[in-house]
């Protein structure tokens, strides 16, 4: 390999390694924390339902912001898919992935290429992802009947599929 290409692959991978966090990440990225309950919002997914924060009151959620171009959430949401197909069959659960600011085609794109059935919604900005946090994805809020955070996780703190289906087995 030429120096010039060892180069490229090494400023490739370092952009890669920084695609999911923004630059001057404030000291507290997040607005929506552990103990608050979920702000008003309303997203279209995938699968034509319509989910709102009220229409998630009642069961258990389970809430992803994602964007495809980000190698931590393309990391995770195979893990997250795998969780939806393991507890989807329970009413108790909602599954909701959102994405920061990715429009349909390039999510179908990635969801085929992987494999996965988790619905998602569109965002073609950041307005849903806004009233959540500031910076920072992938992001998992785990949500119980009433509407309250009761586990928050960024891309610093990833949980295993084990630790996800704990949480959810524990709040049945």
């Known amino acids: 390999m030429t120096m010039q290409r060892k180069l490229l692959s090494l400023l490739v991978l370092m952009f890669l390694s920084v695609a999911c966090i923004e630059e001057d990440t404030p000291k507290n990225a997040s ?14 997914m995938s699968d034509g339902t319509c989910v709102s924060r009220d229409s998630l009151v009642g069961h258990n959620s389970v809430i992803v912001f994602f964007n495809t171009s980000c190698a931590d959430c393309r990391h995770e949401l195979p893990c997250v898919d795998s969780l939806y197909r393991a507890f989807s069959d329970s009413n108790e659960f909602r599954f909701i992935c959102i994405a920061r600011d ?71």
Not at 32 to 44: K, M, Y
Not at 102 to 124: D, G
């Open 102 to 172: 990715e429009e349909r085609e390039s999510i179908e794109n990635f969801w085929e290429q992987e494999n996965l059935a988790i619905p998602y919604s569109p965002q073609q900005g950041r307005e849903v992802y806004n009233l959540f946090a500031n910076s920072i994805i992938p992001r998992i809020y785990i949500c119980s009947k009433d509407g309250v955070v009761r586990f928050a996780y960024g891309d610093s703190n990833m949980p295993s599929f084990a630790q996800l289906a704990s949480v959810l087995t524990a709040l049945q």
């Open 31 to 44: 607005i929506i924390n552990v103990g608050d309950d979920l702000p008003e919002f309303t997203v279209c």
